[in-house]
DNA sequence: TTGTAGGCGTTATCAA
DNA sequence: TTGATAACGCCTACAA
C-alpha cells in the first residue's frame, strides 16, 4: 500500500506559529494554560493548513486514545443497529470514537478482532453476550481491558454487565403463551453455541414448561441461522409434521417474519391456524401481517447504560455496577388461542 | 481517562526471544527474511505474552495503517448494512481493516468524522454520494486522501465513483409506472439538500415525466426524513388531498413500507385504491402485505466493486476505473393499473 | 506563559 | 541472517 501523502505536522504548525510544538500540542490539551493571543495564532495556522493530529503519536505518546471498541456478531441485522447507534451517540456527548467491527457469530473472528481493535488503541470494548473461548477471557484478563458485556444479564457474571436476562425473558414470554391454553410447542431458534442469548432464551422456555408441568415431549426444536428464509423453511418444517404444533415461538422477529411469511404462502392462518411469536421488537414486528407479539427489547436504553458504564470504568469510577433491565412483552396479533 | 496497563512490547518479545527488536519485527512484516529456527522461538514468545503490535507506533513507523474508513449517513437502516458488510468482507480478504462512522445525514458530522478517520490513520475512504460542502472536497484533495464515492454514480464526477445512476433509476422506475396509466403522481421523498441520491431520483422521475409529456402539475412531493412513521404520515397526507394521487413513489423502502402500513389501517387498498413504490429493495419489500414493486440496487456488487476499486488506488495500480452498475425494476404487488 | 528534550513502539536503513 | 540506530508525530515533565 502506498504512503499517505505527507499531511502537517504539529512541527509544521509550530513553525509557521513561531512557537514550540509544545505550545501548540497545548492549544489542544490543555487550552486554558496558553494565553489567549498565540492561541488565536495558532489556530489560525492549523485551520490554515488543515491540521489533523496524527492518531498513533497522540497514542504513542499519551497511552490513551479516546476510542473504544465493539464488536457486534453482525451488521446486517437491524437487531443490533438501534442499540449501538445509542452506544454511539452517549460516546460522542464524551467526545469518545466509537470502532465497529463484526464477527458473524464466530468466536475465533471475535477474538481476532478483539485484538486488532485493542491494537488499533481502543481503550475499552463492548462485547455482545457472555458466551466465549476461556482463550478470549484470558486475554482480556491478561491485558487488563476495560469490556462491557451486553445484550444478556447474568448475575452471577464475573464481568461488566448491562442488559436483560435472557432467560427470565424466554420464561416470561413462555407463561404468556401457555396462558393461552397452547401445549404443543415449537421453537425455531438461533445456532445455541457460543450464543448465549439463544441459549438462554431456549432455557428460559424449558424453564417455564417445567414450572407449569409440561412435558418436554411437548417441545420441539429446530436450530438455524438468522434469516427470514430460514425463518420460514423451519416453519414449513414444522407444520408438515403431525401433529402440528399450536404455536411456534422464535429467537428473534427476523426468524419469526420470515415464518409468518410463509405462512400466509402457504394459506395458513396465523394465528387461527397456529400462533406465532418473536423476539427483540424490531421494525418488521409491526410491518409483518398479523403484526408479532414479541419481546420488547430496550435497544437503545441498553445502548446508553452500556456507554455509561464503559466510560466511568475507564474513567476509574469508584463502585461501577453491572445493570439489569426489565423487558415487556408486547401482545399483537400473531399470538392467539390454542384451538 | 485512564492510562491502559501496559501490554508487552516488541522490546519485551525481542528482550526474551535473545533477538533484536527488528528481528520481532521482520517476523511479522516479512517472514521470508528471518530463518526458520529464529522465527518459530519468536511466534512463540509472541503467543506466550500475547503480544499484540501496537498499532500507533506501527503508522508512526511506517506511515500507513492497512485500515480504511467508511462513513454512511446511519446505521440504523438496513439501507447501507448490506452494501457495507459486503466492502468489509472484500477489504477482510486483502488484510484491511473497516472503521465505520455515521454522519446522521449531517454534512457538517461528515466532515468531523473524515478529519477523525485521518487521524485515526486511515488509508483511503469510502463515501456516501457526491454532494458536501467544497471545504470537504478542498480537505480531502488537499491532503491527497484517496476515497471512492459510492451510492451514485455520476459520469461527470471528479471522483473516483462506483455504482448506479439514481437519476436513471428514477426515470427507469417512473416509465414503468406510466405504463400502467398513472397520471397524478405523489412522491414521498428523504430530503434532498446534501442527499445526491434522493435529488436525483426526484429528478429522474422528472425526466420521465417530461418526455412522456406529462405536466409538472401532476407531480405532488412531500419531503421528509426516512422512517417508518414519516412515510405513513406523508402518505395520510396525500391520500387525504384532493383530487387523490394515483400513485406514491417513494425514495425507499422503509418509506414505502411505512405508506403501506398506514393505507392497510386507513383501510386503503393497495394497489386497488392506490399503488405504492419503493426503491432499494431490502428485506421490507418483500415482507410487507402487498409485496413492494421497487427498484432492485445492487447492494453487495456496490460494496464489493468499490473496495475493490479502493484497494486498487492504494496499492497505487494504474488506470482505475469508476464503475457504473445496473439496477432492475422488480414488479411486485404494490404497483397497479390507475383507476 | 513558553520552550527544551526525552520517550512512547514500530519500521527501515545500513552495517556487520 | 541479524543487529544498531535513526526516524515517525506527539505529549509532558522540567526548566527558563
Same mark, same amino acid.
Request: hydrophobic share 35%.
Given at each position: 500500500?502506498?504512503?499517505? $501523502? ?5 512541527? /509544521? ?22 494565553? @489567549?493571543?498565540?492561541?488565536d495564532?495558532?489556530? @489560525? =495556522? ?9 492518531? #498513533?503519536g ?12 465493539? *464488536?457486534?456478531?453482525? *451488521? ?8 449501538? &447507534?445509542?452506544? &454511539? ?23 481476532? &478482532? ?5 491494537? &488499533?488503541?481502543?481503550?475499552g ?30 448475575? /452471577?457474571?464475573? $464481568? ?15 407463561? @404468556? ?15 445455541? !453455541? ?5 441459549? /438462554?432464551r ?9 414450572? $407449569? #408441568?409440561?412435558s !418436554?415431549?411437548?417441545?420441539? =426444536?429446530? $436450530? ?11 416453519? @414449513? /418444517? ?5 401433529p ?13 417474519? #420470515?415464518a409468518?411469511?410463509?405462512?400466509? !404462502? ?10 406465532v411469536? #418473536? ?28 456507554a455509561?458504564?464503559?466510560?466511568? *470504568? ?21 399470538l392467539?388461542?390454542?384451538?
Amino acid at each position: 500500500m502506498n504512503k499517505r $501523502s505527507s499531511a502537517p505536522t504539529l512541527q /509544521d504548525v509550530a513553525r509557521m506559529a513561531k512557537v514550540s510544538t509544545a505550545t501548540v500540542s497545548r492549544c489542544f490539551n490543555t487550552p486554558d494554560k496558553v494565553i @489567549e493571543t498565540t492561541r488565536d495564532r495558532v489556530l @489560525e =495556522i492549523v485551520e490554515e493548513l488543515g491540521y489533523t493530529p496524527h492518531f #498513533g503519536g497522540r497514542t504513542l505518546a499519551s497511552n490513551r486514545s479516546n476510542t473504544v471498541g465493539a *464488536i457486534i456478531p453482525t *451488521i446486517d441485522n437491524a437487531i443490533f443497529a438501534r442499540g449501538i &447507534q445509542a452506544f &454511539q451517540e452517549t460516546l460522542a456527548q464524551n467526545n469518545v470514537t466509537l470502532l465497529i467491527a463484526s464477527s458473524g457469530y464466530d468466536p475465533e473472528r471475535e477474538f481476532q &478482532q478483539i485484538r486488532s481493535l485493542i491494537s &488499533q488503541g481502543a481503550d475499552g470494548l463492548l462485547l455482545i453476550g457472555h458466551a466465549r473461548p476461556i482463550k478470549t477471557y484470558d486475554f482480556l484478563q491478561r491485558r487488563q481491558i476495560p469490556y462491557v458485556v451486553t445484550w444478556n444479564y447474568r448475575e /452471577d457474571s464475573n $464481568s461488566f454487565n448491562v442488559g436483560f436476562d435472557n432467560r427470565k425473558a424466554g420464561s416470561k414470554i413462555t407463561n @404468556e403463551i401457555l396462558k393461552f391454553g397452547h401445549k404443543r410447542i415449537a421453537v425455531i431458534t438461533g445456532h445455541t !453455541e457460543f450464543n448465549d442469548r439463544a441459549l /438462554d432464551r431456549l432455557n428460559g422456555v424449558r424453564d417455564a414448561m417445567k414450572s $407449569s #408441568g409440561i412435558s !418436554e415431549l411437548n417441545l420441539a =426444536i429446530i $436450530s438455524t441461522t438468522y434469516s427470514l428464509k430460514s425463518g420460514a423453511d423451519a416453519f @414449513e /418444517d414444522f407444520m408438515t409434521r403431525k401433529p402440528r404444533p399450536t404455536v411456534i415461538m422464535c429467537g428473534n422477529d427476523v426468524l419469526a417474519t #420470515g415464518a409468518i411469511t410463509r405462512a400466509n !404462502e402457504m394459506g395458513i392462518k396465523v394465528p387461527y391456524d397456529v400462533s406465532v411469536t #418473536g423476539f427483540d421488537d424490531i421494525d418488521l414486528a409491526e410491518v409483518v401481517q398479523p403484526k408479532l407479539t414479541t419481546v420488547h427489547v430496550p435497544h437503545r436504553r441498553m445502548g446508553k447504560s452500556s456507554a455509561k458504564l464503559l466510560l466511568d *470504568i475507564l474513567n476509574g469510577k469508584q463502585d461501577c455496577q453491572s445493570l439489569e433491565l426489565e423487558i415487556e412483552i408486547v401482545l399483537r396479533q400473531s399470538l392467539g388461542n390454542a384451538f
